[in-house]
Nanobody, 119 residues
Framework: QVQLVESGGGLVQAGGSLRLSCVASGRTNDIYHMGWFRRSPGKEREFVSA????????YYADSVKGRFTISRDKAANTMYLQMSSLKPEDTDVYYC????????????WGQGTQVTVSS
């Protein structure tokens, strides 16, 4: 089992920045990809970004490309999402996820952290 704990959400004005963190514990050697998803009530879950845990390859949704940067610190078992030029439509609950294979079907989820962008 892998446990994930997110932090760093909050309220920010449009154009501002936030950094989310996700700390993994447990069987972290099983992790192949980690990523971020977001969802609001009544909406479908949306992929935001992912990173290959070993090689560090990165992937982004078109909606955040050029504004968000994903990174990881393997020694600290921590993944980050630096969010810049935030827009009101980025308002959502952001979830950290970890996968033993493809990030499309993660086995492990964090509890979520709220990001609110005011206009």
């Amino acid at each position: 089992q892998v446990q994930l704990v997110e932090s760093g959400g909050g309220l920010v004005q449009a154009g501002g920045s936030l950094r989310l963190s996700c700390v993994a514990s447990g069987r972290t050697n099983d992790i192949y990809h980690m990523g971020w998803f977001r969802r609001s009530p009544g909406k479908e879950r949306e992929f935001v970004s992912a990173i290959g845990w070993s090689a560090g390859s990165t992937y982004y949704a078109d909606s955040v490309k050029g504004r968000f940067t994903i990174s990881r610190d393997k020694a600290a078992n921590t993944m980050y999402l630096q969010m810049s030029s935030l827009k009101p439509e980025d308002t959502d609950v952001y979830y950290c996820a970890a996968a033993e294979a493809t990030i499309a079907t993660p086995e492990y989820w964090g509890q979520g952290t709220q990001v609110t962008v005011s206009s």
